[in-house]
């Protein structure tokens, strides 16, 4: 499988979004709050972003989905 960054990060409510490349179905999306933590925990590579070299861009996807992963299996706070 292949994917697509989709990232619009200047704007007031930044997103990103994985897409499959063949069907352009949305496989995951982070708003701007999980950015926020991305960045705070320095884990949001902007030069990876930007680059056009399959390692890094298959790198920064596989690291994003586990982000992804780790982030809903949270426990919800005020959850019971």
Not at 15 to 42: P, S
Not at 55 to 77: D, S, W
Request: glycine content about 6%; charged content about 25%; some cysteine.
């Amino acid at each position: 499988m292949t994917y697509l960054i989709d990232a619009w990060l200047e704007r007031p409510q930044p997103y990103l979004r994985i897409l499959h490349r063949e069907t352009g179905e949305v496989c995951a999306v982070l708003g701007q709050e999980a950015l926020d933590e991305l960045r705070d925990q320095g884990d949001l590579d902007l030069t990876g972003l930007n680059s056009s070299e399959p390692v890094v861009l298959k790198e920064l996807v596989r690291n994003l989905f586990l982000f992804c992963y780790a982030r809903a299996l949270r426990p919800e706070v005020g959850a019971h």
